[in-house]
């Protein structure tokens, strides 16, 4: 657990959580993840857990995510290495907003990131998230991320090798798309993809706004287009930062994971 106001930095040393529970954030705010490692990830409790400093509560089961972002904001998951959990690689649930992920490494897992748990979860609507400068894969296979409701900006990534698909969104999400390069190799080509999970908002495939401007597509990758209404107000809404050109993308996440820096050493 990880109470408001803090920061993990992994800068100048080496920092790996494994083995046991990963890291959780439940109604706090105001938290930097920076330069760790966090890799096979296994579900633990219930049990009593301290909470703060002058806390100690029962916990139940925890599910095995590397990081969970419960009822939070102001969240920033950035420079990390993360594989291999039980359960999800990030979920961001139940009204988290503001939560920013940038220049990690992902590799080696089925569900990779989740942005909303539940089809009646209507606080996620105004869920806002961006994901940038990160590398996804090898060894994915979906969820990067999955998107129930909420708005989230997805820019200047670079996927590959995905097993199912790369993004996609259940309810009424819109996401958008911007500057990525998504390459297929020999793994699906699916880029898009709608999942009904049974919500009352689901209404059908054309029921969400989902747009890909700029991306790039690699070796028979292909993203289904979505025939919504587009408005100035949803695009503004989403967009976070302006994306660079796909064509750029190589270089800028070169630096993606943990960054090899030098105690005393500028990174």
Excluded at 53 to 80: C, P
Excluded at 86 to 100: E, H, K, N, Q, Y
Excluded at 191 to 208: E, Y
Aim: glycine share 10%; with cysteine; hydrophobic share 35%.
């Amino acid at each position: 657990m990880i109470t408001s106001y803090k920061t993990i930095d992994g800068r100048g040393v080496t920092v790996r959580i494994a083995g046991g529970g990963g890291l959780t954030m439940q109604r706090v705010n105001n938290i930097i993840i920076h330069g760790i490692a966090i890799h096979d990830i296994k579900p633990t409790g219930p049990g009593r857990i301290m909470t703060s400093t002058s806390h100690v509560g029962k916990r139940n089961k925890f599910d095995g995510d590397a990081i969970s972002i419960f009822s939070s904001k102001n969240i920033w998951i950035d420079h990390s290495y993360q594989a291999r959990a039980a359960d999800g690689l990030i979920d961001v649930i139940r009204g988290s907003s503001t939560v920013s992920i940038t220049n990690n490494y992902f590799t080696q897992h089925n569900k990779v990131m989740l942005f909303g748990a539940k089809k009646d979860d209507w606080m996620d609507r105004d869920m806002y998230v961006t994901v940038v400068y990160n590398v996804l894969g090898p060894k994915l296979q979906q969820m990067m991320p999955r998107v129930r409701f909420g708005n989230v900006h997805v820019l200047n990534d670079y996927r590959s090798r995905w097993g199912i698909y790369a993004i996609a969104g259940s309810e009424g999400p819109t996401i958008l798309s911007q500057g990525n390069i998504f390459n297929a190799y020999t793994g699906s080509k699916q880029v898009t993809k709608r999942i009904n999970d049974g919500g009352h908002s689901f209404g059908g495939p054309k029921n969400w706004n989902c747009k890909s401007e700029d991306d790039r597509f690699v070796s028979g990758a292909y993203c289904t287009s979505v025939p919504m209404k587009w408005s100035y107000q949803s695009y503004s809404k989403t967009a976070s930062c302006a994306a660079r050109p796909a064509t750029m993308v190589s270089r800028m996440v070169r630096g993606a994971g943990p960054l090899s820096c030098r105690r005393g050493a500028r990174c």
